[in-house]
């Protein structure tokens, strides 16, 4: 599936920069980091063995919310620790008030930090096992960017997926990037990764799921292709597809139907289309 490509106009470019200017204003106003004007991004410090750094208001927030959660620090500044508008016995770790320049060190100049990062470990791993009463799985093949994969948690959320399947290679794995691009999505939807994915598939097609795997050629519509009530969604990488292999495992290859001239999306704005139609397929 690939992106979009659009052609812009003098006047477009135009208002392109005056919206970065104002982008780049507002994240100095508010302790976030400011891209740097013809400098180079300046990398932040390696994290600490077998932790994860999170960052950004939503995605802190959310982290310090969720039980599951074993949290090491906090470092905010003054301001926004006043936005997380949490309770004393919500900050179940230390909190140290720091300056922006702090967390650009630690994170690196890149990191839209909003003033705020959260030292945590990684969220126990789960197994296909642990599915349970799940109905709505979504697998991801070999989707590498860690962007879309936290845009694709984002719309799991909200179709309230039981479950994100995703290979242990050739995948992101839980960090700041992914974190901020879900807007705490990350710490709503169980995530189980597997070393095969195509025995996965099996397993999931033992288990009662009718795997259904998105691609622009499928012969059939989604709508068409959807049936029973444990439905397991199969997205492929960006620009690729689906693996072969892949392709041969699951139950059903189906399309979207689109009658514009593109006839591929953006893999996380497929995904939200076709948790869209099997929502509604399961009610």
């Known amino acids: 599936m690939s992106d979009d490509t659009t052609t812009h106009t003098p006047k477009d470019s135009h208002y392109a920069k005056l919206r970065r200017a104002h982008r780049d204003r507002k994240r100095g106003e508010d302790g976030t980091s400011q891209l740097r004007q013809g400098k180079p991004a300046q990398p932040g410090r390696p994290e600490p063995a077998g932790?994860?750094?999170?960052?950004?208001?939503?995605?802190?927030a959310a982290a310090l919310r969720n039980p599951r959660r074993k949290l090491h620090r906090l470092l905010a500044t003054r301001n926004a620790l006043a936005r997380l508008d949490m309770a004393e016995d919500q900050l179940r770790c230390p909190v140290e008030l720091v300056e922006p320049r702090q967390l650009d060190s630690e994170l690196g100049s890149d990191a839209v930090h909003q003033g705020v990062m959260l030292e945590t470990d990684p969220l126990p791993a789960r197994r296909l096992a642990n599915l349970g009463e799940a109905r709505l799985v979504l697998v991801l093949d070999q989707v590498t960017d860690p962007h879309n994969v936290g845009a694709i948690l984002r719309s799991a959320t909200a179709f309230n997926v039981d479950a994100l399947v995703t290979t242990a290679r050739h995948s992101p794995h839980e960090g700041g990037v992914l974190a901020k691009a879900a807007s705490g999505a990350l710490e709503h939807v169980p995530q189980i990764e597997v070393v095969n994915l195509a025995e996965a598939l099996t397993e999931l097609s033992k288990r009662g799921f009718r795997t259904v795997g998105l691609d622009s050629e499928g012969p059939e519509s989604i709508e068409a292709a959807l049936s029973g009530d444990r439905i397991a969604i199969v997205l492929g990488a960006e620009g690729k597809g689906l693996r072969q292999k892949?392709?041969?495992?699951?139950?059903?290859?189906?399309?979207?139907?689109?009658?514009?001239?593109?006839?591929?999306?953006?893999?996380?704005?497929?995904a939200a289309i076709a948790l869209y139609a099997t929502r509604r397929h399961l009610g």
């Open 51 to 60: 932790r994860v750094r999170l960052y950004g208001l939503h995605t802190v």
């Open 246 to 270: 892949t392709r041969a495992t699951v139950d059903v290859l189906a399309r979207l139907e689109m009658s514009g001239a593109i006839h591929s999306l953006n893999v996380s704005n497929a």
